[in-house]
């Protein structure tokens, strides 16, 4: 961890990265709280007129307000889903959030759903927290260094054979569905895995592949607050990951795993 932080600005020692993870996780905390509190009663959404098959619903407005207004307090750069970019100086650090990962999930009552919190130095991650709901758990990790369940260390799979691994992956509403032949290379990596779920939230899929349960994750198309929280998870648990960023802001590709299954991305 001393040489991680050793490469980060010097405003962010450990005392500093340490503040803020307890600050992250204090408001993760009280968003799953809100979360709880709203949940019979704000199940109205729509779809976005500009980008199709995209969900909005007022939880997320409701959340971004809640966040944004103890994260705003440290002048930190700010990039969420639903406010965009808040600027406070020109250094590389910034929070990325999207305060309920899986909104669909949450509004038709499916599996998980999660508020995330990330900080980034450009395009690296730092640390990432997780509030998982309805379980109400905190996930949190360190880039390169440990992450957490509550207060258990978790880490990734040691599974190394391919042909008994699981893949979590999805379609984001971005996704080309009129590209054959990414779809077809897509479906070729499906065909390496023993078997693939698709969660209905990146970062809940990363989360899984932090803890074990899964050994890798693609997506492609995914938008960066998606998945910024999970990849410092996935690292701290001791996996990988690799962002490719595309031609559209703020959305990339992401592989993330247990650092051992490799799959061959030739066609």
């Given at each position: 961890s001393k040489h991680m932080i050793t490469k980060l600005r010097p405003n962010l020692d450990n005392k500093r990265l340490e503040s803020l993870i307890f600050l992250c996780k204090k408001i993760v905390r009280q968003a799953l709280v809100k979360v709880k509190a709203l949940q019979k009663n704000h199940k109205y959404y729509f779809l976005d007129p500009n980008i199709k098959r995209e969900f909005k619903a007022d939880i997320d407005l409701i959340l971004d307000e809640l966040i944004l207004h103890e994260l705003k307090k440290e002048k930190i750069n700010i990039l969420s889903e639903e406010t965009g970019e808040v600027k406070f100086n020109n250094n590389n650090l910034r929070f990325i959030v999207d305060p309920l990962d899986g909104t669909v999930n949450f509004l038709r009552d499916i599996s998980e759903c999660s508020v995330s919190i990330a900080l980034f130095e450009g395009s690296k991650p730092i640390f990432g927290v997780l509030g998982i709901y309805p379980s109400l758990d905190i996930v949190w990790g360190i880039s390169n260094k440990a992450s957490y369940l509550n207060e258990d260390k978790i880490m990734v799979s040691k599974n190394r054979e391919l042909s008994?691994?699981?893949?979590?992956?999805?379609?984001?509403?971005?996704?080309?569905?009129?590209?054959?032949?990414?779809?077809?290379?897509?479906?070729?990596?499906?065909?390496?895995?023993?078997?693939?779920?698709?969660?209905?939230?990146?970062?809940?899929?990363?989360?899984?592949?932090?803890?074990?349960?899964?050994?890798?994750?693609?997506?492609?198309?995914?938008?960066?607050?998606?998945?910024?929280a999970g990849l410092s998870i996935v690292s701290g648990a001791g996996g990988s990951y690799e962002i490719t960023e595309t031609n559209e802001k703020n959305m990339v590709d992401i592989k993330a795993s247990n650092g051992i299954i490799k799959v061959d991305w030739r066609y």
């Open positions: 008994k691994s699981i893949i979590c992956t999805g379609f984001p509403s971005r996704f080309n569905f009129d590209d054959r032949l990414q779809i077809e290379k897509f479906l070729k990596i499906l065909k390496s895995f023993s078997k693939t779920r698709m969660l209905g939230a990146a970062s809940i899929s990363l989360f899984n592949v932090a803890k074990g349960s899964a050994d890798y994750y693609f997506e492609k198309n995914i938008m960066i607050w998606d998945v910024a």
